[in-house]
Nanobody, 121 residues
Framework: QVQLVESGGGLVQAGGSLRLSCAASGRTFSSYAMGWFRQAPGKEREFVGV????????GYADSVKGRATISRDNAKNTVYLQMNSLKPEDTAVYYC??????????????WGQGTQVTVSS
């Protein structure tokens, strides 16, 4: 059974940092890209960034570039999203997903349940 489990969300003040984790299990993800998406109330799910599991190459949305870093730990089968200089507009449910590496959510096969990030001003 494939599982992606996010953790690390919470309430943080503007300017603060959070590290989100995504623990993957149930299959080998080395051939996948691991994406991070977020969805704020009343808005569509938005691409945040992606890491190619095999190579470690990363890509980021313009809205988080310079503030976000995605990394992976092969031994733990876990992907991380480090977010710095958080802004109130970063408030959303954050999801990790395994798929093609596209910026479009529809090209991802597996999804976690999401973790809430709330940034207070």
């Amino acid at each position: 059974q494939v599982q992606l489990v996010e953790s690390g969300g919470g309430l943080v003040q503007a300017g603060g940092s959070l590290r989100l984790s995504c623990a993957a299990s149930g299959r080998t993800f080395s051939s996948y890209a691991m994406g991070w998406f977020r969805q704020a109330p009343g808005k569509e799910r938005e691409f945040v960034g992606v890491i190619i599991w095999r190579s470690g190459s990363t890509g980021y949305a313009d809205s988080v570039k310079g503030r976000a870093t995605i990394s992976r730990d092969n031994a733990k089968n876990t992907v991380y999203l480090q977010m710095n200089s958080l802004k109130p507009e970063d408030t959303a449910v954050y999801y990790c997903a395994a798929g093609s590496g596209s910026i479009q959510a529809k090209y991802y096969d597996y999804w976690g349940q999401g973790t809430q990030v709330t940034v207070s001003s």
